[in-house]
């Protein structure tokens, strides 16, 4: 199989996922019916280890970008660095900078697993994605745990990418839009206007969107027409974001489902619900679950 080992492959009647575990934690292949749902990590792209040509990467121990590069937290000032050349910003944490672990293995289940000891950053932490697969798509399980020696705010999210074609649609419901600051940072949340408004289904923007819709229902779905096939993402409640990224100019776009807002951590308003921040004490964990339901488009 192109890209994918085929040790590394699921399959359950008509989907077969592969996943890239030394880059990043990622999955590298979504197909079903022989139709590409998310963007295929190519050869080259392997060979690279280029996690940002992959299908989907996993986002620990926070999703998006810390602005300044710290946060104060605990009664002290945390200090993280820039991963992602030229971004001056620290962007969706280490956890996709990092080889992955195979940890369990079986027909219909691979289990990925990274730890993170402090260092040069904050955190330490034990990552878990758990990529099952049926006949009615793919769930990933992702858990994280504190296993440093202070309570620390935390947060985790997926990160697919998707073709761009020329007639995909987009469908899901949110609350709120987060304004974009420059240096791609999430600011101030407004209500949702019309014209942002994706609830019942429209094409991508024609215009740059890097935003992040607050208080999102937990679903949304991705038609490609052209292919005859969708997508249906459903995630657990405490992803509570969800992150559109789609430049004009790019052949993809990302629709990534969050548990944090969008700088959120350089906010420090650790106690609002709204902003998604999870304070894990030593030992503890969090977990959610994100579906992926491919389905056929009737002409």
Same mark, same amino acid.
């Given at each position: 199989?192109?890209?994918?080992?085929?040790?590394? =492959?699921? /399959?359950?009647?008509?989907?077969?996922?592969?996943?890239?575990?030394?880059?990043?934690?990622?999955?590298?292949?979504?197909?079903?019916?022989?139709?590409?749902? #998310?963007?295929?990590?190519?050869?080259?792209?392997? $060979?690279?280890?280029?996690?940002? %040509?992959?299908? #989907?990467?996993?986002?620990?121990? +926070?999703?998006?970008?810390?602005?300044?590069?710290?946060?104060?937290?605990?009664?002290?000032?945390?200090?993280?660095? @820039?991963?992602?050349?030229? *971004?001056?910003?620290?962007?969706?944490?280490?956890?996709?900078?990092?080889?992955? =672990?195979?940890?369990?293995?079986?027909?219909?289940?691979? &289990?990925?697993?990274?730890?993170?000891?402090?260092?040069?950053?904050?955190?330490?932490?034990?990552? *878990?994605?758990?990529?099952?697969?049926?006949?009615?798509?793919?769930?990933?399980?992702?858990?994280?745990?504190?296993?440093? @020696?202070?309570?620390?705010?935390?947060?985790?999210?997926?990160?697919?990418?998707?073709?761009?074609?020329?007639?995909? =649609?987009?469908?899901?419901?949110?609350? /709120?839009?987060?304004?974009?600051?420059?240096?791609?940072?999430?600011?101030?949340?407004?209500?949702?206007?019309?014209?942002?408004?994706?609830?019942?289904?429209?094409?991508?923007? $024609? %215009?740059?969107?890097?935003?992040?819709?607050?208080?999102?229902?937990? *679903?949304?779905?991705?038609?490609? @027409?052209?292919?005859?096939?969708?997508?249906?993402?459903?995630?657990?409640?405490?992803?509570?974001?969800? #992150?559109? +990224?789609? $430049?004009?100019?790019?052949? +993809?776009?990302?629709? *990534?489902?969050? =548990?944090?807002?969008?700088?959120?951590?350089?906010? %420090?308003?650790?106690?609002?619900?709204?902003?998604?921040?999870?304070?894990?004490?030593?030992?503890?964990?969090?977990? %959610?679950?994100?579906?992926? /339901?491919?389905?056929?488009? &009737?002409?």
């Amino acid at each position: 199989m192109d890209a994918i080992s085929e040790a590394l =492959t699921l /399959r359950a009647g008509a989907l077969e996922v592969g996943l890239a575990p030394a880059i990043g934690g990622s999955l590298g292949v979504m197909r079903w019916r022989g139709i590409d749902l #998310m963007r295929r990590l190519s050869d080259d792209d392997h $060979d690279a280890g280029n996690v940002l %040509g992959v299908a #989907m990467f996993p986002m620990v121990p +926070y999703a998006n970008r810390i602005a300044g590069n710290a946060f104060d937290f605990g009664a002290r000032r945390w200090q993280v660095l @820039p991963n992602n050349p030229p *971004e001056k910003f620290n962007v969706h944490g280490s956890g996709w900078k990092q080889p992955w =672990t195979v940890a369990r293995s079986a027909a219909a289940e691979i &289990t990925l697993a990274l730890e993170v000891v402090a260092g040069a950053e904050p955190y330490s932490y034990r990552a *878990e994605q758990v990529f099952a697969v049926s006949e009615e798509g793919l769930g990933v399980a992702m858990t994280l745990i504190n296993t440093g @020696p202070v309570p620390m705010p935390f947060g985790f999210g997926l990160h697919p990418w998707f073709d761009r074609d020329r007639d995909v =649609t987009l469908q899901f419901s949110a609350r /709120r839009f987060h304004l974009e600051e420059p240096d791609g940072v999430s600011g101030d949340p407004i209500t949702l206007p019309p014209e942002l408004d994706f609830s019942k289904g429209r094409p991508l923007p $024609d %215009g740059w969107r890097n935003n992040d819709y607050g208080g999102w229902a937990g *679903e949304a779905a991705i038609r490609f @027409p052209s292919r005859g096939a969708g997508l249906r993402i459903a995630a657990d409640p405490i992803f509570k974001h969800l #992150m559109l +990224y789609a $430049d004009p100019a790019k052949p +993809y776009f990302c629709l *990534e489902p969050q =548990t944090n807002a969008s700088g959120a951590f350089a906010r %420090g308003r650790w106690n609002d619900p709204d902003e998604g921040v999870i304070v894990l004490a030593p030992g503890e964990r969090a977990r %959610g679950v994100v579906l992926f /339901r491919p389905f056929a488009l &009737t002409s």
